[in-house]
Structure formats: structure tokens, C-alpha cells
């Protein structure tokens, strides 16, 4: 809204100038007699040109911003597709299919379980007893833990389908109130993962940036790490923060050498050489 509003106001005063200057040499040949005002007039008409060179100098460079600005938003959400995509096994969707899928939905989305390796097995209880053990204890607590595994898969299940869904706001606090309610789950890291990258598509970066480390310090061997180490070099890029956008994507070539992750590291820090970032 601000950058359309400052457009706005770039092409006003541009018409403007651009009428005040077909307005002077109407002015000059009046006041012909009057060398003095004839180049007073002179120096005008001049300081208007370049006011209007620099105007139009101004709308280029706000719609080479925004060009970028809506660049990055669609690799922002074709990035998260993709990773969506790949836990899933859905296929990823087109820029086409992305812009129809980010309309508002009339109906409410079925939750579908989450995808297979997100979910660590959750082994039933037994059927029959040991012959050692007495048979109402043991029984209750089976029952109790058979019920908060069920919990748990279908709070993470929902939290998940709203980021499917593009819900982006709805999957945020679904997965914080995930890691309230299970802070020991076995989803807890992905849980944190997910986290981030609702912030993240949504340029909260500030909030995706401590999602993000917070998945690193409280899971350090959670296999989520090297994804939340490149998605912090990428929120410290978005925040221009670049020599710890250079940092954490150097790290990722370091650590996890020969990946995908490390290709993307590096054709980020690409990107920041041709940019003149470093």
C-alpha cells in the first residue's frame, strides 16, 4: 500500500512539472522584454527538467522494487510448495495453480493425516496382557497413551493442513499451540520447522528468524537443522542483514557439503556477489 501510494504521488508531481514546463516558453515569449525575468524563466524550465528527469528516474526504480519484491514473495511460496510437496508426495504446483490456491476457500479443508515422515510410528497397545502384570493398571495407562498419541497426531495433522491450505496465520498458531500443549512430542522439531516457515511466506521474518533458531538449540539433531540453517541465511537476506545472511549460507556449504541445500546456499551467495552485497 505505502509503495502504490508513493507511486501515486511520483506520477502527480511528474504531470505536474510536465505541465508547468509546456507552461513556460508560453511565459518567456510575454515577458520577452525583461532579460532578467527571461532568465529566470531559463533556469526554471532547466530546474524543471531535471526534477522531471529525476521523478521518472524515481517510478523506475519503485517498479524495479516492487517487480522484485514480487519475485522473491513467489519464490518464497514456490520454495515452501516444493518442501510441502516432497513430504506429502503430492506434485508441486504451477505459479498458475499457486495464485488460484491462495484464493480464500468457502469450505472448510478435511485433515488428512500428516505426511509418513513427519510422523514417527506410534506402536497399538497390546491386546492381551502379560501373565506377570495385573490386568487394571497396565490396561489404564495403555488406554492413556493410545488416546494422547491420538491427540497429538491430529493437532500436528491440522496444523500441517492448514499450511497445505495456505492458511498461513491458522497454521502459525496451530503449530505454537502444538508445542504448548506437546512440548516432548516426537513432532516437536518438525513442529518448530513448520513454524518458521508460516512466518517466513508471510515476511514475518523476525518471527521466522527466532523459529528458526530456536529449532536449532532446542534440537540440535533433529534433521530438520540443515533446512532451518538455510532458511536463516535466507530471512537474513530478506532483513538485508548480509554478512550473517553470508555466515549461515557458508555454514550450510560447510557442514552439509555435496546437498541440494548446499547447490541453494551457493546460488544465493551468487546472487549477493552480483548485487554487490559482499
Not at 526534477?51 to 517487480?67: A, S
Not at 514473495?73 to 498458475?96: F, N, T, W
Not at 491420538?150 to 503449530?175: C, I, V
Amino acid at each position: 500500500m505505502a509503495d502504490r501510494q508513493t507511486n501515486n504521488n511520483l506520477m502527480v508531481s511528474l504531470a505536474l512539472a510536465i505541465v508547468v514546463s509546456m507552461a513556460a516558453p508560453a511565459a518567456l515569449q510575454a515577458q520577452a522584454a525583461d532579460p532578467g525575468v527571461v532568465a529566470d524563466l531559463v533556469i526554471q524550465v532547466q530546474d524543471l527538467q531535471d526534477e522531471v528527469r529525476t521523478l521518472r528516474g524515481r517510478v523506475e526504480e519503485q517498479e524495479r522494487e516492487l517487480d522484485n519484491i514480487k519475485k522473491r514473495q513467489r519464490d518464497q511460496y514456490l520454495d515452501l510448495d516444493q518442501r510441502i510437496s516432497e513430504k506429502s508426495g503430492a506434485p508441486p504446483v504451477s505459479p498458475e495453480q499457486a495464485a488460484q490456491q491462495a484464493e480464500p476457500r468457502s469450505a472448510a479443508a478435511v485433515v488428512e493425516s500428516p505426511p509418513a515422515e513427519d510422523i514417527p510410528e506410534v506402536r497399538p497397545p497390546m491386546d492381551e496382557p502379560s501373565d506377570t502384570v495385573a490386568l487394571t493398571e497396565p490396561q489404564v495407562e495403555s488406554q492413556s497413551a493410545a488416546a494422547s498419541s491420538e491427540a497429538e497426531q491430529e493437532a500436528y495433522a491440522r496444523a500441517f493442513q492448514s499450511l497445505k491450505d495456505l492458511q498461513y496465520a491458522d497454521a502459525a498458531e496451530e503449530f505454537q499451540s502444538f508445542l504448548s500443549g506437546y512440548p516432548g512430542s516426537e513432532y516437536a522439531d518438525n513442529a518448530q520447522y513448520w513454524l518458521g516457515e508460516s512466518y517466513y511466506v508471510t515476511r514475518n521474518y523476525d518471527l521466522a528468524l527466532t523459529a528458526f533458531n530456536d529449532l536449532i538449540d532446542s534440537y540440535p539433531d533433529s534433521g530438520k537443522v540443515p533446512d532451518a540453517l538455510l532458511k536463516i541465511g535466507y530471512t537474513y537476506y530478506e532483513l538485508k542483514q548480509w554478512d550473517n545472511c553470508r555466515t549461515a549460507l557458508t555454514r550450510v556449504q560447510t557442514d552439509y557439503p555435496d546437498t541440494t541445500l548446499a547447490r541453494l546456499a551457493e546460488s544465493r551467495l551468487r546472487s549477493m556477489r552480483m548485487e554487490g552485497h559482499y
